[in-house]
């Protein structure tokens, strides 16, 4: 999901505020009328992300300049290309330049650990979700970026989805109380997950309606043992351990989903490199 331009602009607001903040003192050294181009280049292979984020840099700081892109978000990028090219005021373009990298890299890091991931269960029909795991202030755009990358969003936060944990039970009293209070609460339209720890719970909450369930660090053999004995009642969702040595043969048990909190949280930066160009 696309963050709406009012979004993207607040988001990209408090990042220019915080690297800019009253102004930049190293491009005073440039004359103020200087005219010039940068080209900006993918040092390895990835999948590209933040495409508006980046745009909305540069709109902010100057309208004027200029962006010829040559790659769409969600396009794999081969190493040493470029990606786009930037014309305009020289001040402009280096002053915006780290802000919006950051941006590019770590949302295009997020894309291409997503792409990793969906590659890896191609096939198999599993869907690839990501969860609530990600970097304070840029849940949205991550959220987006996992998108570019092939796999899905679960919910957004606690206010677009009930999914009832093991304390939440615990407080209810039962699997069948928490299910009942859930379905009396939930507003209409959203939906309400349970999580189980053993098939004995998954018996349990599918009994009570239970729509949709997320199996806990069940074992394969588990998962299997889920996928017969839930015969197609509830959406299963498997959820702890997963890794990309492990996600496949999860995928082949049955289940429908798999959450990887990996996705978001374990994301290293993609290698961008801006450059002012003759």
Not at 10 to 25: C, K, R
Not at 83 to 109: H, I, K
Not at 185 to 196: D, K, L, N, Q, R
Request: glycine residues 10%.
């Amino acid at each position: 999901m696309l963050p709406s331009p009012e979004q993207i602009r607040q988001q990209v607001g408090i990042a220019l505020a915080e690297d800019v903040g009253s102004g930049d003192l190293t491009a005073a050294l440039i004359p103020g009328d200087a005219r010039g181009y940068m080209h900006l280049v993918c040092r390895e292979e990835a999948v590209l992300s933040g495409r508006p984020w980046f745009d909305e840099v540069f709109r902010q700081l100057d309208p004027g300049i200029a962006i010829q892109w040559r790659y769409e978000d969600g396009d794999r990028i081969g190493p040493d290309q470029e990606v786009c090219r930037l014309s305009g005021n020289v001040r402009t373009l280096l002053t915006g330049e780290r802000t919006a990298l950051n941006y590019l890299q770590t949302l295009s890091g997020t894309a291409t650990q997503a792409r990793r991931y969906a590659d890896a269960v191609a096939g198999t029909g599993v869907r690839i979700l990501d969860t609530r795991k990600t970097l304070p202030g840029l849940r949205l755009q991550q959220k987006y970026a996992v998108t570019c990358g092939g796999c899905h969003n679960h919910r957004i936060g606690l206010f677009d989805a009930i999914l009832i944990k093991e304390n939440h039970i615990m407080a209810a009293g039962s699997i069948a109380a928490a299910l009942e209070t859930a379905r009396a609460v939930a507003p209409e339209g959203v939906g309400i997950e349970i999580e189980v720890e053993s098939l004995q719970e998954l018996g349990e909450a599918v009994e009570n309606g239970a729509g949709r369930v997320l199996l806990d660090n069940f074992s394969i053999e588990m998962l299997r043992e889920a996928v017969a004995l839930n015969a197609g009642r509830a959406r299963l969702e498997a959820s702890g351990g997963v890794d990309l040595e492990t996600v496949r043969s999860i995928a082949e048990t049955g289940v429908d989903d798999i959450s990887v909190g990996a996705v978001t949280k374990h994301v290293r930066a993609v290698d961008f490199s801006m450059r002012l160009i003759d």
